[in-house]
């Protein structure tokens, strides 16, 4: 029942009125007041000024908003990790910022499926904010980030020492497109790398500049793992003396006692991490 008062909270405030809310939620205008005063009971405090404009929120009402949205969250967490089926009694969430979806956590999550594992497995991307944020409030049990958040409760290790290299296209080598890796990378390569730092053509998304620079020259900067391939088939080359940047990578979890389940799943990401010593060494044959 608290849900959906917080639900209708947040219509009211996106929609403006009580009346519209009601049009959104498909109910009747009593049943909004009634659900609002209600809620304004429960927290001993007024959430809404109304007038013929329509509803605008108090002081406490704008402070209840971010409230509301973790209550929404934090159910709907809930209801997609809910019922699991009778032979998998554990969940294991796994995620990945948006850049290491691709190898990292689509190869460990295979190789999970593949071992038909005891528990249940979710994997998710999203922006590391996203990731700070469900890592805090216990909606993730393990992630993989290039620039992790240390806190008490968490634990932090580094899996993978990748680079970020500066590649051109055979054909055409500019315009310089800068690829924002974070706010590590842009300090430092502001600071070795003036020339760039107000690109004409910026992304904050690898695969977008990468494709660019394929189909229509360029060049930038971008993960080893990636562009190793197209250096081997002659379609990129490394851009000579151009420095380059370290771009670790970190597994991030519950320091108390991991389950099981989550042991059993660093343990698979960790052998993936040491089979992958061999292209490590063969990339560096090809990169210089």
Partial sequence: MDIELARTFLVIVRCGSFIAAAEQLCVTQTTVTARVKNLEAQLNCPLFVRNRAGASLTVHGEHFVHYAHQLLQTWEAARNALPFPESLQVQVRLA????????????????????????AVNASVYDVDTLCKKLESAELDAVLMHQP????????????????????????PDPYIYVDWGELFRQQHDAVL???????????????????ILQEGGRGYFRTRVVEQHIAEGTLQRVAHAPEFSWPVYIVYAE???????????????QLMHEDVNWLQTQDRLLY
């Avoid at 958040?149 to 055409?172: A, D, F």
């Avoid at 108390?256 to 960790?270: D, F, N, R, T």
């Fill in 96 to 119: 990945a910022e948006t850049s290491l979806w691709n190898p990292l956590l689509k190869d460990w999550f295979m190789q999970l499926s593949k071992q038909q594992t005891s528990y």
């Fill in 149 to 172: 958040h240390y806190w008490p409760g968490l634990q932090v290790e580094q899996i993978l020492e990748e680079k970020l290299v500066q590649v051109q296209s055979v054909q055409q």
């Fill in 194 to 212: 003036p020339e760039h730092a107000h690109s004409a053509l910026r992304c904050n998304l690898g695969p977008l500049a990468l494709h660019t």
């Fill in 256 to 270: 108390s006692q991991p389950s099981e389940p989550l042991q059993h799943a660093l343990s698979v990401l960790k």
